[in-house]
C-alpha cells in the first residue's frame, strides 16, 4: 500500500512538474504573440523605412517620395526612403525580406522586381511572392512608342507592313537587357511578327539622344523624356499602350485602336511588408496609402510626370503581381530572354 502511495506521488509530482513546464513554454510561445498586439495597437510609433531597389532620381524614387511624404502625414510618423540600388532591384528585395514583419521597413515592388525580374534571374534570394505580404498598387506611368522621323510610318499599322518589307534593317533601343522596354518591344514584335534589333542602353537617358540622331528607330518607354522632342518634331508618337489615350497626348491612339489588343503595359509600382506582418498592420498601411494617392496635391505632382494613379486593396495588388509574372514570364520565354 505504502509502495502504492509512494509511486502515485511520484507520478502526480511528475504530472505537475510536466504541467508547469508546458506552461511555461505556453506563456513563453505567447510572449512574442503579445508583444505583437500591443506593437500592432500601438503602431506606427517609430519612423517607417522605405526600401527603394533603385537609385535616387527616376520614377521609383519619385514615387516613393511623393507617397511617403503624405503617408508620413496621415500616420504621425516619418517615413524614411532608403535607396538600395543594385541587381534590379533584388538587393533592396533581400534587404526587406529579412526583416522584421512589424511594418516599420517596407519594400516599393515595380514591374522590373515583381514582374519580369523573376522570369529572367535564376537565382533570387528570395521568393518573390512567399516572401511578402501585398500592401497595394500604387500607381502606373503608360508606355508610349515613339519613333524617329525618318522612319516612313505615322501609325502602327503603316510600320508594320513597312518592316515587314525590310526585316532586318531597323533597330530599336531600350533601358536595358531585361528592362520593361526591352520585354514591352519584344511582346509587339511578337505581335506584329516583324523583325528588329535590339539595341540595349544602361537607362533611358543614354537611349535617348541616340534616337533623336536616328541612330535607332523605335523605343517604348514613358512619355516625359520624349514629350518635348515630340513637339519639337524630332519624334513621332506612334501609339500608346495603354487601355485609354494619354491625356498628355490625346491624338496618339492606343495599340488596341491601331488593331494590336493584348499590349497594354505600364511602369507600375507598389508597396510590399515582409511576410507575416499583422494584418491589422497591413490594413492600416493599405487605407494610408490609398488616403495618400487621393490627396489633390499627390495627384497634380503625378500628373505632372504622365504617372497614373491606380490604388488597390491588398488581395487585388497580390492578384495583380502573380498575372504579371505570369504574363512576363511567358513574353520572356517566347523572346528566349535570360539574364543568368
Not at 511555461?24 to 523605412?49: E, G, M, Q, V
Request: glycine share 10%.
Amino acid at each position: 500500500m505504502l509502495a502504492h502511495s509512494n509511486a502515485a506521488c511520484g507520478i502526480a509530482h511528475r504530472r505537475r512538474t510536466t504541467l508547469l513546464g508546458i506552461g511555461a513554454a505556453l506563456a513563453l510561445t505567447a510572449a512574442p504573440h503579445l508583444a505583437t498586439a500591443a506593437d500592432t495597437a500601438d503602431y506606427p510609433s517609430k519612423p517607417i523605412r522605405v526600401i527603394v531597389g533603385f537609385s535616387p532620381g527616376g520614377s521609383a524614387d519619385l514615387t516613393a517620395r511623393t507617397v511617403g511624404q503624405k503617408l508620413g502625414e496621415l500616420l504621425g510618423q516619418t517615413v524614411v526612403v532608403d535607396n538600395r540600388a543594385g541587381a534590379s532591384g533584388m538587393i533592396g528585395g533581400d534587404l526587406v525580406a529579412r526583416a522584421a514583419p512589424d511594418g516599420y521597413t517596407l519594400y516599393e515592388a515595380t514591374m522590373t522586381t515583381h514582374g519580369i525580374g523573376p522570369n529572367l534571374y535564376k537565382k533570387i534570394p528570395y521568393d518573390p511572392i512567399g516572401s511578402f505580404e501585398p500592401l497595394g498598387l500604387m500607381v502606373r506611368i503608360p508606355l508610349v512608342m515613339f519613333a524617329h522621323t525618318s522612319v516612313p510610318a505615322t501609325s502602327v499599322k503603316k510600320l508594320v507592313a513597312h518592316l515587314k518589307a525590310n526585316p532586318g534593317k531597323y533597330r530599336y533601343s531600350s533601358a536595358g537587357n531585361g528592362s520593361p522596354p526591352h520585354l514591352v518591344a519584344e511582346l509587339f514584335k511578337l505581335k506584329a511578327g516583324v523583325d528588329i534589333l535590339h539595341i540595349p542602353y544602361k537607362g533611358t537617358g543614354a537611349a535617348v539622344p541616340d534616337l533623336i540622331a536616328g541612330q535607332v528607330h523605335f523605343m517604348i518607354d514613358g512619355p516625359p523624356p520624349f514629350l518635348g522632342h515630340v513637339k519639337a518634331g524630332r519624334l513621332r508618337a506612334l501609339a500608346a499602350a495603354n487601355d485609354k489615350r494619354l491625356a498628355l497626348l490625346p491624338d496618339v491612339p492606343t495599340f488596341a485602336e491601331s488593331g494590336f489588343s493584348g499590349m497594354e503595359a505600364g511602369l507600375w509600382y507598389g508597396m510590399l511588408a515582409p511576410k507575416g506582418t499583422p494584418r491589422a498592420i497591413v490594413e492600416r498601411l493599405n487605407s494610408a496609402i490609398n488616403q495618400a494617392l487621393h490627396d489633390t496635391e499627390v495627384r497634380k505632382r503625378f500628373s505632372a510626370s504622365a504617372i497614373e494613379v491606380i490604388g488597390s486593396t491588398p488581395e487585388e495588388f497580390g492578384r495583380y503581381v502573380r498575372a504579371e509574372i505570369k504574363r512576363w514570364g511567358e513574353v520572356a520565354r517566347a523572346a528566349n530572354i535570360q539574364l543568368d
